[in-house]
């Protein structure tokens, strides 16, 4: 079965502070993976997007890496911000088509101040 | 460039009757696709429509419904609601249908329903 699972589910980090957060996959066959944040009432903003032959794309503080091979990637912040505190998603497409998108539960992060 | 609208932003409802959500698309974009987000299940795909045509069905009964008018407007109705239909239910935009490898989905702030 096609899953994405996330961890931790969530997380508290101080301002200033790195963090990693985890996505492990099982959906076959890959397309590409891709990282969203979402803002308490609002809508998934795209972060990042990865393909097969990717491993690491940055956006700002965000960096996201993806491993093939064991099915997984990680999305690291630093130098945390408030305006961090969000939820993350991972979402793998299978194919094309958006109802071949497998969404993760999300981790919700918390950046203290 | 203004971004995915969804009205109204909240709703509650009983049990048995049913519900219309809009959504405008951004500028240009042709693709609108319904999301289903609960806390336990995530985003779950509802359907999408691509110049005024149902693309994609997802795993939903019959109940959900939505169409696309020619401005790309797009409308999703649930009838007979059940408790379980309460969440938020998130539209994206697209420029293209999802038949492109990498299309990007624009999404809007959600309608959060209650069902009572």
């Known amino acids: 079965k096609n899953q994405v699972e996330q961890s931790p589910q969530s997380l508290i980090i101080l301002e200033g502070k790195n963090c990693t957060l985890q996505?492990?996959?099982?959906?076959?066959?890959?397309?590409?993976l891709r990282w969203y944040k979402q803002d308490t009432g609002r809508g998934p903003v795209s972060l990042t997007i990865?393909?097969?032959?990717?491993n690491t794309k940055s956006n700002g503080r965000y960096t996201a890496t993806l491993d093939a091979d064991t099915k997984q990637s990680s999305l690291h912040i630093t130098a945390s911000q408030l305006s961090d505190s969000a939820s993350y998603i991972c979402?793998?497409?299978?194919?094309?088509?958006?109802?071949?998108?497998?969404f993760g539960t999300g981790t919700r992060l918390l950046v203290s101040p | 460039k203004a971004g995915v609208t969804q009205t109204p932003r909240y709703l509650i409802k009983t049990r048995g009757q049913q519900v219309t959500l809009s959504c405008s698309p951004i500028?240009?974009?042709?693709?609108v696709s319904w999301y289903q987000q609960t806390p336990g299940q995530g985003l779950q795909f509802l359907f999408e429509?691509?110049?005024?045509?149902?693309?994609n069905k997802g795993n939903f009964p019959g109940r959900f419904s939505g169409r696309q008018f020619s401005n790309s407007r797009s409308e999703m109705n649930v009838s007979t609601l059940e408790l379980g239909d309460s969440a938020l239910y998130l539209c994206?935009?697209?420029?293209?249908?999802?038949?492109?490898?990498?299309?990007?989905?624009?999404f809007g702030p959600g309608t959060r329903l209650l069902v009572l």
């Open positions: 500028s240009g974009h042709r693709s």
């Open positions: 994206a935009s697209s420029l293209w249908s999802s038949g492109r490898v990498g299309e990007t989905q624009y």
């Open positions: 990865m393909t097969f032959s990717e």
């Open positions: 996505c492990n996959y099982t959906v076959s066959p890959f397309s590409n």
């Open positions: 429509y691509f110049s005024e045509t149902q693309r």
């Open positions: 979402v793998v497409s299978g194919d094309t088509g958006f109802q071949k998108l497998v």
